[in-house]
C-alpha cells in the first residue's frame, strides 16, 4: 500500500488532494483517510517536512506539497527528502521518484501547463521514517500552489505511479534543480533517488549512507562531472572502489546510448 499524504497547513497538498478525490473514485476508510486500489489519501496536521509517523501498512510514502523558489518559476518537482549536512537521509525508491517524474513529463506536455519539470536534489525532513518518501511538489508561488491544472496534473501523476525495472543510482554533482539527473530519469533506464549536489559537503561516509538508504540497493553513481570540482570527483572514485560500485557520467555519450529506454 502506498500511503499519499497532505499536511492540512499546505494549500498545495490541499490543491492536489482534492484533485484525487474529484478525479478517482476513493471512498472514505477513517475519519480523514480515503482508499483507491492500493493508494491511502490521508490528512495531517503537521506541516510535510515534519511528519515523523505514518501507519504500518504503508510501505511507502508520496508527500504532496508546496514548492518555494525566489525565481517563483512555475514548476513541478520530484525529490527525497534528507539533510545531508546533518548525515540523515530518508530511504530513497528511484522506482517511484522516476516514474512520478516521467508521468509529470508526460501528462505536463498533453495539457500544455506551460511548467518546468525537474528532479530536485535531497533536502529537508522527513528522514526518520523507515519507509522509502517520495515529495511531488508544485511551485514555485502561492498563485501555483491553488492552480487546479496543476494539482490535477501532480494527482494523475502520483496515481499512476508504479515500479518499474530500472538501474538504481545515486545522483552526485549539479545544482539544486539536477538537469542532468533529471534528463537521465527522462530518457535512460538509470533512475535516481537520492541526489548530493556540488555545495553539500560531500564525503565518503555520506555517499555509503545515501547506497544504505535506497531500498533494494545501488548499481551506479550517477554523476554530473561538470557540477563537481576535482576534489569531490575523487571522494566519489573513492566511495566507488570501497562499495564496489561503477560511476558513469550523465554526458558520456557512451551513457547514453548503452542505457537508452
Known amino acids: 500500500m502506498k500511503l499519499i499524504l497532505a499536511s492540512k497547513k499546505d494549500p498545495a497538498a490541499q490543491n492536489i488532494a482534492t484533485c484525487l478525490l474529484e478525479l478517482y473514485p476513493f471512498r472514505r476508510v477513517g475519519e480523514e483517510e480515503f482508499r483507491y486500489g492500493d493508494a491511502v489519501l490521508a490528512y495531517t496536521e503537521k506541516d510535510s517536512a515534519e511528519i515523523d509517523f505514518v501507519p504500518p501498512f504503508a510501505d511507502e510514502t508520496i508527500v504532496v506539497s508546496r514548492h518555494v523558489s525566489e525565481s517563483h518559476r512555475p514548476t513541478l518537482s520530484v ?3 534528507g539533510k545531508p549536512e546533518e ?5 530513497a525508491k ?11 513529463h508526460s501528462i505536463e506536455k498533453k495539457t500544455g501547463l506551460g511548467y518546468e519539470v525537474s528532479l530536485e536534489a535531497t533536502h529537508h525532513g522527513p528522514t526518520d521514517l523507515e519507509v522509502p518518501v517520495t515529495f511531488v511538489e508544485i511551485g514555485s508561488s502561492p498563485r501555483e500552489w491553488v492552480d487546479r491544472k496543476a494539482g490535477e496534473v501532480v494527482a494523475r501523476a502520483v496515481i499512476s505511479a508504479s515500479t518499474p525495472k530500472c538501474l538504481q543510482a545515486v545522483g552526485v554533482g549539479g545544482p539544486h534543480y539536477s538537469p542532468r539527473h533529471t534528463e537521465a530519469c527522462l530518457y535512460t533506464k538509470v533512475w535516481v533517488g537520492h541526489v548530493l549536489p556540488k555545495y553539500v559537503s560531500l564525503d565518503e561516509e555520506l555517499l555509503e549512507l545515501a547506497v544504505e538508504r535506497t531500498q533494494g540497493g545501488v548499481s551506479l553513481f550517477l554523476v554530473d562531472k561538470k557540477g ?23 554526458t ?10
Do not use: C, M
Open 228 to 250: 563537481l570540482n576535482s576534489i569531490q570527483r575523487r571522494i566519489v572514485f573513492k566511495a566507488s572502489e570501497k562499495l564496489g560500485i561503477k560511476v558513469i557520467n550523465t
Open 94 to 104: 528511484p522506482s517511484t521518484v522516476g516514474s512520478i517524474l516521467r508521468a509529470l
Open 87 to 91: 548525515k540523515r537521509l530518508g530511504i
Open 252 to 261: 558520456d555519450a557512451a551513457f547514453q546510448q548503452s542505457f537508452k529506454t
Open 79 to 81: 525529490h527525497v527528502p
